[in-house]
Every structure is written in structure tokens, then in C-alpha cells.
């Protein structure tokens, strides 16, 4: 199966002039400030800018050709920018750059490190983009700890080739961010279209499991759309959506509370350390989560596959699912839950349109009782977190 691009390359290709500037450079000076300023910044102790080919200034666009790149500690991770232009830039003050579009253009990534991964993006467009100074950065201590302002960005014709293991091409990703609290942001969204999945592209394993569904290849598309408020601490996750054509969508949403500023704060510094992380979750509180399936036939071919393999028909074979279904669920050991979901289940499996499962706990629940009751009382947890599930609503 396809393998994704490592953490390193992925920040590259979408965060790519936002590393730890060093105190040396090696790359040629210009004497352009808005384009050396740029260089200061991709020029980092996690990258090192091996060379450019020009720098041009046109009326109040400043473009940087041939621009190219290596992560300093991976000599095997590649960077390349055929054009970029910084429109409407300035250096602030504080430092930073502000510039009112940026647009990158033929970014390549590669990574022979990373199962020869290697990304190209056709077009990179970021609006009303705010870059943190190089004191702000190296202050910070790592790339991965600075990120820009935006108001919007947009990546056009993105491929993600794992070479023998699969390509997938992306058509577009956008995402916005409507406000801000200081330098975090409080409400945007993400959308992506036009993932596709081919089966010729995968291996013989991935192959055959499309294949045998009856897929040629599933095109994917993805929304999520969040707010924070952090005055009252809530984080809302208000949709979380994934479809495949011809196959299903799936839609979540979440709602925490005592997600406050400091909170954020202290996440923010443990994001290279999980279980820093993981401890101050535990502090964190769940309002109320909600997963609903929707059926587009893949429901269908699974069913109609398995029934195949078992030499039986469809009916035959959901009637003999549907009665094995109290005993898989006898595991739970909650009677009441396990009947909820066994008569939700047989509904779906018998008229496959929808499912949906929402916790609504009549008071947050804290994460570390969640988690404690998960290991020590299971059976307890859908009635402390007001679990409820059905079938084929609107």
C-alpha cells in the first residue's frame, strides 16, 4: 500500500520559508531586502538554501527564480521552487515580512531517505501572509514550533509519488483561517478535492482490494471546519467530513471544553513530546461527539463480497450476520447498549443507508476518566458518556 511522506517532507511542502534561520548563510547575499529577508528565513538550522538562480523586483512584486534547498541534517531531502513571488512585501517592525500574496510556483520536494517519496505542487498561494522574524524563531527553538499568519492558502495540483508503492494526485487543498487570538488562529477550515486513489497505481496488494470491490480508482474530498473560543475554552470541531464518490461519507464533529490560552500554550511547546501531550489532554473535557456514516454502495460491495466468499447470497448472509451480532457484542457486557447497537446494526445491514453513533454526556466528562474507565470498567463508559446509536435517519 501507499506510504505517506515523512513528517520532515510535508513540512517542507507546506510551511517551506518558515525554518529556523541560522547565523550563517550559504546561499549569495542580494541586495534586494525583501528577497534576502525571504532566504533569511528558509536558510535555517533545519535547512540550508544550496542556491538561487535570480532575483528580480517588477513594480511591487519581488521574484525569486531557481530557488533550492536542503534540510541541513538530511542531505537526501531536496527542495525546489521554480518562481517565487512576493507581491505587496514589506519588512515590519517587529521583523517579520508581511506580504499580501505570495505564490510559489513547481515545488518539488524529494526525499530518497523516505522510500523515494517525492512531492511536486503546481501552485502554492498564500494570502495576506505574515512570516515571524528570524529572532522570533530562533527564540522559539524550531521550525516546527513557528508558523505564519494567514488569511488564506491555497495548494493547486499536488502529487504525492511513492514511486512502486503508488501515486496519489491531489487536486486542491484551501484553507482559511477567519480569525485570529494573538498569533493563534480561532476559527477556519480546510478543504481538499479531488484525491484520487487509482488502483494501477498501488501495489498488488492495494490493487486487489480495490479491485475486488469493483473500484478502478475512488476519488476523495475532504471539509473540516473549527472554531476556538478562548475565552470560555471551547474547541469545536463542528464538521469533520470525508467522502468517496461511489462509496460512503463519513461525518464527525467534537466539542471540548477547557481548552484555554494557557492550555494551548503548553500543547504548543509539547508537540514533539507526546506524552507531555497526552498529560495535559487528560485535563481536557468532552461536551459531546457525534460519527454518522452514509452509505454511497460501498456498504453494498463489501456485503455482497463477503456473501460471494461464503457462498451464499446477500440475504442469506446479513440474516446470518444479524444473528451472530448478540454474541460479537456479548464483549461489551452492557446489556442495554449491546441491544441498542445490535438493533441498530441489523437495520443498517439490512437497508444500508446511514449510521450514527453521538455521545452526549449529561455533564463533560474529563479525558483521564475516560480513559480510566476504558481500562478498568468498559462496560460503563457508553452510559457515562451517553452513547446512543442508530439507523438510517435523516
Request: hydrophobic content about 45%.
Amino acid at each position: 500500500m501507499l506510504h505517506y511522506p515523512s513528517r520532515s517532507a510535508m513540512a517542507l511542502v507546506l510551511a517551506c520559508p518558515l525554518l529556523l534561520p541560522s547565523a550563517g548563510f550559504a546561499f549569495e547575499a542580494t541586495d534586494n531586502a525583501i528577497a534576502q529577508r525571504f532566504l533569511e528565513t528558509v536558510e535555517a538550522g533545519d535547512a540550508v538554501v544550496t542556491g538561487y538562480k535570480s532575483v528580480e523586483s517588477a513594480n511591487d512584486t519581488v521574484t525569486i527564480s531557481g530557488l533550492e534547498a536542503t534540510l541541513a541534517d538530511d542531505d537526501e531531502a531536496r527542495l525546489t521552487i521554480d518562481e517565487t513571488l512576493l507581491s505587496g512585501a514589506k519588512i515590519l517592525e517587529n521583523g517579520r515580512l508581511s506580504v499580501v500574496t505570495m505564490t510559489l510556483k513547481g515545488v518539488t520536494i524529494e526525499d530518497d531517505d523516505d522510500d523515494d517519496v517525492r512531492i511536486t505542487v503546481k501552485t502554492i498561494n498564500v494570502a495576506d501572509a505574515v512570516l515571524p522574524s528570524p529572532e522570533e524563531v530562533e527564540a522559539k527553538g524550531g521550525a516546527d514550533a513557528v508558523a505564519p499568519s494567514y488569511s488564506r492558502a491555497e495548494l493547486v495540483d499536488m502529487l504525492i509519488d511513492a514511486g512502486e508503492e503508488g501515486q496519489v494526485p491531489v487536486a486542491r487543498v484551501l484553507a482559511q483561517i477567519d480569525s485570529m487570538d494573538g498569533d493563534l488562529p480561532t476559527a477556519g477550515s480546510v478543504q481538499a478535492e479531488g484525491i484520487t486513489i487509482a488502483a494501477a497505481s498501488l501495489d498488488a496488494d492495494g490493487k486487489k482490494a480495490m479491485t475486488d470491490l469493483g473500484y478502478e480508482s475512488i476519488t476523495l474530498s475532504l471539509e473540516m471546519q473549527a472554531n476556538w473560543d478562548p475565552d470560555g475554552g471551547v474547541l469545536s470541531l463542528n464538521t469533520l467530513k470525508v467522502s468517496g464518490e461511489e462509496a460512503a461519507t463519513l461525518i464527525a464533529s467534537l466539542r471540548m471544553s477547557g481548552v484555554t490560552r494557557e492550555v494551548m500554550a503548553e500543547l504548543e511547546k509539547a508537540q514533539d513530546n507526546p506524552e507531555q501531550a497526552m498529560g495535559l489532554m487528560q485535563n481536557l473535557l468532552v461536551d459531546q461527539i457525534s460519527i454518522r456514516i452514509d452509505n454511497d454502495s460501498l456498504v453494498d460491495r463489501v456485503l455482497d463480497k463477503q456473501a460471494k466468499e461464503a457462498g451464499s447470497s446477500r440475504e442469506e448472509f446479513v440474516g446470518q450476520l444479524a444473528g451472530a451480532l448478540p454474541l460479537m457484542l456479548s464483549v461489551i457486557n452492557n446489556a442495554d447498549f449491546q441491544k441498542k447497537v445490535a438493533s441498530a446494526a441489523t437495520a443498517f445491514l439490512k437497508d444500508p443507508k446511514s449510521l450514527t453513533a453521538k455521545a452526549a454526556p449529561p455533564a463533560p466528562v474529563p479525558f483521564a476518566q475516560i480513559l480510566g474507565t476504558a481500562m478498568m470498567a468498559p462496560q460503563s463508559l457508553p452510559d457515562i458518556l451517553g452513547v446512543s446509536i442508530s439507523a438510517n435517519e435523516d
